[in-house]
Structure formats: structure tokens, C-alpha cells
T-cell receptor, first 109, second 116 residues
């Protein structure tokens, strides 16, 4: 079964602290993984994709096939990073995007 | 601006009323999707379409119908609204084939629906 799990509903850190938002997936095949961000009452925006191996707004994520994880990391959190973050997996067969439950990141001053 | 446009942005319905949510995209995307977003549940796929004239059920299709008569439009209908359908609805679109230069899904800004 295809599944994305984000174990933390809420992650609260202080400004300047490191951040790691966890994401684990279940997929038989080669997954395409994404992180999306949703700022307060706005549309979801693509943050990054594992294929492009990029760093956006200081965030990075590495696909670990052995641990079936795609954790999102940032070394120093900023207050403007406060948002809902969704990990998602795209099925190469159907194109459907399967989302995790989301993690709210709260960065305190 | 190019993108995905959803109408309306807000709506309050009484139980049993019907309504249609419209999603329009101008990026020539083949695939279109309707999701609902509920606290603690993430985004769940309601229906999707892989091309004009085709639709398919997603994870939570009951109580909804869809149509894709034109490539750029994807309509979500509620025939008889129920309080359990109170949610934020997001439409999204994408190319059919993921690739290095295509950036996943493009989402609309959402429709906040309350059924009383």
C-alpha cells in the first residue's frame, strides 16, 4: 500500500534552533517525493522535490531508500518558517499525489 | 497570472442543498485533482481526472461527483450537502509525466465550505 506518514502533528522550536520534520513512506517502486508548505490560510506551494536535490529557503531533504524516509531539515529556523508542512509521494503509475497528515511548524521568537 | 483558479472562495450551505465548485487552469495540464483538507487528516483525494472526458474516484469520493468536459475545467459537485462535507477544498493540476523541469502539482487557493 502507498502511504505517507508524518508522525508529528506539531513541532515547536525557538528561532535559530535546528528543525527536522519527519516523513516516512511506503511504496513499492521508485517514488517521487515532495515537500509542500502552506502558510496561514494560503494555497499549498511546492517547497522542494527529491529529484532536484535543491535547497529552498534553507530547507533540504534527502531521500533515504533504506529507511524509506524523506525528512525535511533546516539548520536555523526563522519565524517566517511557521507554517503547515506536507510530505507527499507521487505514484509513477497513476500520477496521483498522496499526502501525509501534515506537521505544523511553530517557530517561537 | 497563470495558475489554478477556484470559485467560489467561501460558501455556506444548508444541509441538503447542492452546489458546484469550479476549478480552472490555464497551464494546459492533463491531470486535475480535487482534495479536501481537514484538521489531522491532511489532504485526501476526492476525485481526479487524467484527461478531458475522463474522471476517476480517489480516496473519499462518496457524496461528490465531478465532470471534466473541457481540459481546462474540473467541476466538483455536491448533490445533497451534509455537515460532514464541511471542509476546505483544494483543486490541483499537473502534467501527466513528472520530470526534471516540471514542478509537481499547482494548487488553487481553496474553497472554504461550511454545511450547517
Amino acid at each position: 500500500a502507498q502511504r505517507v506518514t508524518q508522525p508529528e502533528k506539531l513541532l515547536s522550536v525557538f528561532k535559530g534552533a535546528p528543525v527536522e520534520l519527519k516523513c516516512n513512506y511506503s511504496y513499492s517502486g521508485s517514488p517521487e517525493l515532495f515537500w509542500y508548505v502552506q502558510y496561514s490560510r494560503q494555497r499549498l506551494q511546492l517547497l522542494l522535490r527529491h529529484i532536484s536535490r535543491e535547497s529552498i529557503k534553507g530547507f533540504t531533504a534527502d531521500l533515504n531508500k533504506g529507511e524509506t524516509s524523506f525528512h525535511l531539515k533546516k539548520p536555523f529556523a526563522q519565524e517566517e518558517d511557521s507554517a503547515m508542512y506536507y510530505c507527499a509521494l507521487r505514484s509513477s503509475n497513476t500520477g496521483k499525489l498522496i499526502f501525509g497528515q501534515g506537521t505544523t511548524l511553530q517557530v517561537k521568537p | 497570472n497563470a495558475g489554478v483558479t477556484q470559485t467560489p472562495k467561501f460558501r455556506v450551505l444548508k444541509t441538503g442543498q447542492s452546489m458546484t465548485l469550479l476549478c480552472a487552469q490555464d497551464m494546459n495540464h492533463e491531470y486535475m485533482y480535487w482534495y479536501r483538507q481537514d484538521p489531522g487528516m491532511g489532504l485526501r483525494l476526492i476525485h481526479y481526472s487524467v484527461g478531458e472526458g475522463t474522471t476517476a474516484k480517489g480516496e473519499v469520493p462518496d457524496g461528490y461527483n465531478v465532470s471534466r468536459l473541457k481540459k481546462q475545467n474540473f467541476l466538483l459537485g455536491l448533490e445533497s450537502a451534509a455537515p460532514s462535507q464541511t471542509s476546505v477544498y483544494f483543486c490541483a493540476s499537473s502534467y501527466s509525466r513528472p520530470g526534471i523541469f516540471n514542478y509537481g502539482y499547482t494548487f488553487g487557493s481553496g474553497t472554504r465550505l461550511t454545511v450547517v
